[in-house]
């Protein structure tokens, strides 16, 4: 008898065990395709190429990671940032992409703040979407120091 309920009290927790360290999508990751958005310039920078990639580069390098930087064509993207949001950082990662539109005279940037949770660390399947904190976080950021300020 003892043995079947030492048998008993090992299985439920090695089942516990396994729920728990596979864990589950932080509450602020929401599954779907990454959309753009659209951050408008200020008076300051608005049609000055140079000022506003000079700015989006400073604001992104001081918290990120650059990957991949191409002023040619208005193009960065950030290397993947592990355990954005307080997410578990083996399983839940973030990056930013920004794209100039224009670049003669851009008025806007676009970005793209996308967050990935790694569903199934067997097969590596990363279940793509954002993280709400994270995008908040970004464009919040980039929006103070090259967007509009509305007036009260």
């Known amino acids: 008898m003892s043995n079947k309920i030492s048998f008993a009290v090992l299985l439920v927790s090695s089942l516990l ?10 509450k602020t990751f929401v599954r779907g395709n990454p959309e753009w958005k659209t951050i408008e310039f200020n008076v300051y920078i ?6 506003a990639w000079e700015r989006c580069v400073d604001t992104i390098a001081r918290e990120y990671d650059i990957e991949m930087l191409d002023k040619d064509s ?19 990662r973030g990056r930013i992409i920004v794209k100039f539109p224009e670049l003669t ?19 590596l399947i990363w279940d793509r979407g954002i993280d709400a904190d994270f995008q ?4 919040t950021e980039l929006s103070g120091r090259l967007g509009r300020t509305v007036a009260n």
Not at 17 to 26: D, Q, T
Not at 46 to 51: E, L, S, T, Y
């Open 46 to 51: 608005a049609g000055d190429f140079g000022k």
């Open 17 to 26: 065990m396994i729920a728990f360290s596979s864990g589950c999508a932080p």
């Open 136 to 139: 908040r976080d970004v464009y």
């Open 74 to 92: 208005g193009y960065l993207r950030t290397a993947w940032m592990y355990g954005i949001s307080g997410g578990d950082a083996r399983r839940y």
């Open 105 to 123: 005279a851009p008025t806007s940037v676009d970005v793209k703040a996308e967050a990935q949770w790694l569903s199934n660390e067997g097969k």
